[in-house]
């Protein structure tokens, strides 16, 4: 079974990159899942585990660090990585304590893909 990740991103064009990222330069079968608000986030992780998420602090809706809180109190969800993607450094900081590792917008393609391979577990080449 793929791993499936969930970019939660409410910006086009960095949603759609992420994805691209994960999908195509990965080249390790990821099936990803692209949310662009909090709310439809919080239905999403009702319904579903999945292994990664790839996460915004500010969205529309439900914010990201509320998003993460929920994430940590699911027992669903407790083997589901974090990877919070922000530009905000004072979130940052706040979402180290949940989140699995936080990176600073902007990030490179290659810290993206190395960071999503080592939460999932998978060795870069």
Do not use: C
Not at 62 to 76: A, F
């Amino acid at each position: 079974m793929q791993p499936v990740v969930f970019i939660i991103e409410d910006d086009p064009e960095l949603g759609s990159i992420f994805s691209e990222i994960l999908t195509d330069y990965m080249e390790i079968g990821l099936q990803t899942e692209w949310i662009t608000n909090g709310d439809q986030a919080i239905t999403r992780l009702q319904e579903s585990s999945p292994n990664q998420v790839v996460l915004d602090l500010h969205l529309p809706g439900v914010s990201g660090l509320d998003i993460l809180k929920y994430i940590r109190s699911d027992t669903r969800l407790e083997k589901t990585a974090v990877m919070v993607v922000t530009a905000d450094v004072i979130g940052a900081v706040i979402a180290q304590e949940l989140a699995d590792v936080v990176l600073i917008k902007p990030t490179g393609i290659d810290q993206i893909m190395s960071t999503a391979k080592q939460l999932l577990g998978i060795e870069s080449k």
